[in-house]
């Protein structure tokens, strides 16, 4: 009798350990989710001192301006000429350009229909400066919850480099694969989801970042279990950390979207999206260095994108990638580069299908990538043309790059919906 008793509350109490385990994995991604918002709106961290004469903006020579144009070419042909375009309306567009370049504008065909120095227009943003953004992780944050992540679940879960920045900062990849570990190849369909190639869109990291803690606090219900026993996933929440760093160093959002490479001329950065090799620096990009859509002095001029390369060919398992971007509410495939559709119709197909299927689970419009502007060199593109991998972009919405902290949730829960879809589509893309 007592030996069943103790039997029965030995079962009874490790049923309850395991629910009460259970629940505790459960919760962890919904307590994030509920920290952020609660980040947001108690934000604990002390306002950074600024002193007015170190505001990064008041020395920052780029004018936010709006120029005449109504169609992808002669927005195209404004990105060559270094305008960094944030804003499209139907007969205009605006956003930032260095002085120089803006003195050669003025020498074109377009007309210029708005012009502010960066400082004065950036204080409309003022309340969204990092101090209310703390919800946000930066680097070492995002490396610190990857960590927390691998080893809460170390049989299926592991942390590697895919290799270094310019400033020597380690690119971490988490990845999942039930049955290997680290840069141990495996021959499962394989999905990589990249955010922060551009250093300010903030959210981008945090989509990628709380997929991963989606995963795996659900690993053990049946509809994401298949795919942990399936694919080989790989998350990279922040692809370019040394241009975040550096975008909120002072406290103050710098309006950073390249690398932090020092160029010839002293400017920093390469844009990074427009650093990879295939129709590289054709359309849409520029080879002035401070431009903000620096094409670099060469295709793969950067240990980033070197490392992205070399870490996609390594594996030939690799089917499809998500490259999260902000902010635009679009769900973008190939051409980017060029104004062509993709040339094989089985692909396209499978492209298009897919595309609007995400973009059905996020209330975004899909498109192909140069419908509103043509960029070359990007990294969907590259990686199609290179690897034939079914790879997408998604611009994640938002009014600004720096939408506040009240945006992580909702724009989190939407794309998880179609990440997942992206992985049900892993396996084979054509069905
Ligand atoms: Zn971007």
Not at 65 to 78: F, G, H, N, P, Y
Not at 229 to 234: H, Q, S, V
Not at 339 to 357: L, T, V
Not at 399 to 416: C, D, H, L, M, Q
Request: glycine share 6%.
């Amino acid at each position: 009798m007592r030996k069943v008793f103790l039997l029965v509350s030995l079962f009874a109490f490790s049923a309850f350990a395991q629910k009460s385990e259970e629940l505790q994995k459960n919760l962890a991604f919904d307590q994030i989710l509920g920290e952020l918002v609660s980040r947001y709106e108690n934000p604990n961290i002390p306002e950074p001192k600024m002193d007015g004469s170190i505001d990064p903006l008041k020395t920052d020579d780029r004018m936010y301006i709006t120029v005449k144009a109504s169609d992808k070419k002669e927005r195209t042909r404004l990105l060559e000429l270094g305008l960094d375009i944030m804003d499209i309306k139907k007969d205009s567009v605006s956003g930032l350009i260095s002085k120089i370049e803006l003195s050669a504008l003025e020498n074109k065909e377009f007309s210029i229909i708005g012009k502010k120095t960066i400082y004065d227009w950036a204080k409309q943003f003022e309340k969204d400066f990092p101090v209310s953004d703390s919800a946000y992780h930066n680097y070492n944050e995002t490396l610190e919850y990857l960590k927390k992540l691998a080893s809460e679940n170390s049989d299926i879960a592991s942390l590697f480099s895919m290799g270094k920045t310019i400033e020597g900062r380690d690119i971490w990849v988490l990845r999942l694969n039930s049955s290997a570990k680290g840069e141990v190849k495996s021959s499962k369909p394989g999905a990589v989801f990249v955010g922060n190639h551009h250093a300010r869109e903030h959210l981008s990291n945090e989509v990628p970042l709380l997929f991963a803690a989606y995963l795996l606090d659900n690993r053990d219900k049946p509809e994401i279990k298949k795919y942990l026993d399936t694919l080989d996933i790989y998350i990279i929440p922040m692809f370019n950390p040394d241009g975040v760093e550096y975008d909120i160093a002072t406290g103050r959002y710098r309006w950073h979207r390249k690398n932090a490479r020092i160029n010839s001329d002293k400017s920093i950065g390469v844009d990074l999206n427009r650093n990879y090799d295939t129709t590289w620096c054709q359309s849409g990009s520029s080879h002035y260095p401070g431009s903000d859509t620096y094409c670099g002095t060469g295709p793969f001029s950067e240990p980033e994108t070197q490392a992205m390369r070399d870490f996609i060919l390594a594996r030939k398992n690799i089917k499809t990638l998500q490259s999260y971007h902000s902010y635009a509410s679009l769900i973008l495939y190939p051409w980017g580069g060029i104004y062509d559709p993709i040339a094989n119709e089985k692909d396209r197909n499978a492209f298009i299908k897919m595309a609007n299927e995400m973009a059905r689970l996020t209330g975004y419009n899909a498109q192909q990538s140069s419908e509103l502007y043509a960029a070359s060199g990007d990294t969907c593109d590259w990686a199609y043309d290179k690897a034939g991998i079914f790879a997408f972009t998604t611009e994640l919405e938002g009014n600004s790059f720096y939408p506040g902290a009240s945006i992580i949730k909702k724009t989190v829960e939407k794309n998880i919906k179609a990440a997942v879809y992206l992985l049900s589509m892993t396996d084979n893309p054509y069905k």
